[in-house]
């Protein structure tokens, strides 16, 4: 843009519609230190009048947040791990290994990335039922796993096959097995790509919803965005302050995230997006 | 080479473990949708086969023909919303110096990183009737006569959930169309303006006809979240007010988990698929042409 008024028009309006799309995440920061009696009266507009730390208190000791922070925690690595090595090796022999049908897993594969998850929950829940899994883990680091699968493979493979084929060669001759390139050529080379993988699975996991809702539904096992409706579901007098303040916790690790690797994130983000 | 690369055994190892997970969790429950869908099933008993009486019944029900006539229109609304308007955006801010791009689509693209859950309620207490956020401002800038129960509303209610939706995934939007864009190499827009070509022209003649098939990328995303927006309503409004805000999803699993009718969800399932591939085989359609090489 040469023109100047035009530009500093356009940074203004852009600039209020940022912080229009903001604003409900800062009000909601300031909000968590205020008393619910302020939220409730009116007074949340503006800033808390002091820095009042109770509603965290009442967080992370009366709700024991940390308890579902640390399944949350535990579901989303394992998701994390169990995919990344599922869909490396998938990718490898499927973009890397000389057999027929390789084509037509990966198209396969494709398949998943289209369709949405809620779809199959009717059969999903059954299944997790009837392998006894139900109010497990395990249960939701499958299930999210093998829907994160598909998007991994893909951009998994897309980066396996602009590496030239010399690699493997010069390994090969030297004597080495198969696990040993995998693991001592190939995994290394792969490591941006292992990188947005597991940005874009941290991401997917860590918010997972409608599986955690319907696959887990014992309160020790809970993940924090289920969790988080456990404030509203009270009948008598919400307790804004304490869940305003759980919502902060549960988004502090997205958010600290992708403040401090933003590039990185919006690579993972749009390479998921653009193998769709 | 040969011989390493392409043992049996070592192929086998390599994609079973990962291929028995897609198979099992997710090709499979999608050939039980279908079948379930022709079944009467309540998720303990062993399903029986009933033809298709779950479609008629579908057919037969007001209640899901509402749902479906929302998630269309959430569908549409959100295509609109998320991929045109965030398309004029996208075009507005490459424009600006790069600390404001670097800025805003930080700005945009925070509220897409948090989970949906947390969304939702925020927008819960925002929509509040007495000390929301919403009201306060409205009336703050003198249109108070505007200050509702948003939620409480059914004339209203679909739409102010619907727009939670639209906001979350309108940075990521962003973010696609503007990669998309600063992919474009310079020189385009070089020769342009050397034929005189100001920025919104060149941004026109220029970016949009090269942006197709991230636009189009664009508007299969946004329709499919629109069509299967479920989390913000189940924490919202469950459905309500009277089932004003019942999308295909809420139904679906209202039908599955509260009645436990798994045929007439997974039937409900089913068409839904089918809707999807029609949106999406149209929106493929639409944005058919040459392919572009730059």
Known sequence: MKNTYVRVLSTVLMGFFALICVYPLIWLVLNSFKPTIDIVSGKSFGLPETIMLENYRVAIFDKDIFRFFGNSMIVTVATIFLTVVLSCMLAYACTRMIWKYRNHVLALITLGILLPSQIVIAPVFILICSLGLVNTRIALVLTVSAFNLAISTLIASSFLKNIPSEVEEAAVIDGAGIFRIFSAIILPILKPAISAMSISIFLSSWNEFIYALVLINSESMKTLPIMLMSFSELRTGINYGGMFAAMVLASIVPIIMYLSFSSQVENALTAGAILK | ?294
């Open chain 2, 1 to 294: 080479m040969k011989k390493v690369l392409g043992s049996k055994l070592a192929i086998t190892l390599f994609c079973l473990p990962g291929l028995l997970l897609f198979v099992i969790f997710v090709l499979y429950p999608l050939y039980d949708v279908i079948v379930y869908s022709f079944q009467s099933y309540d998720g303990i008993n062993p399903g029986k086969f009933v033809g298709l009486k779950n479609y008629i019944l579908l057919w037969n029900m007001p209640d899901f023909w509402e749902a479906n006539v929302r998630s269309l229109y959430l569908c549409g609304l959100t295509m609109l919303v998320d991929t045109v308007f965030v398309s004029i955006f996208a075009l507005i801010i490459v424009g600006l110096k790069p600390f404001f791009q670097k800025a805003y689509k930080i700005a945009f693209l925070l509220p897409f990183v948090l989970s949906i859950s947390v969304i939702s309620q925020m927008w819960l207490a925002i929509y509040h009737p007495e000390w929301g956020i919403l009201n306060s401002v409205l009336e703050a800038v003198g249109l108070g006569q505007f200050a509702q129960g948003w939620l409480l509303n059914p004339d209203i209610a679909m739409i102010c959930i619907g727009f939670v939706g639209m906001w979350w995934i309108f940075g990521m939007q962003m973010l696609l169309i503007y990669t998309g864009y600063r992919s474009i190499p310079e020189n385009y827009f070089e020769a342009a303006q050397i034929d005189g070509a100001n920025y919104f022209q060149s941004s026109i003649k220029i970016a949009l006809p090269l942006l197709t098939n991230v636009i189009r990328l664009s508007l299969i995303m946004t329709a499919v979240g629109g069509l299967y927006t479920f989390p913000q309503v189940y924490i919202m409004t469950r459905g309500g007010p009277g089932g004003y805000t019942e999308t295909l999803m809420m139904y679906m699993y209202k039908q599955i988990f509260s009645n436990l009718r798994f045929g007439l969800g997974s039937a409900i399932a089913f068409i839904a698929i089918l809707e999807t591939c029609v949106i999406l085989g149209t929106i493929t359609l639409l944005t058919r042409r040459e392919r572009i090489q730059y």
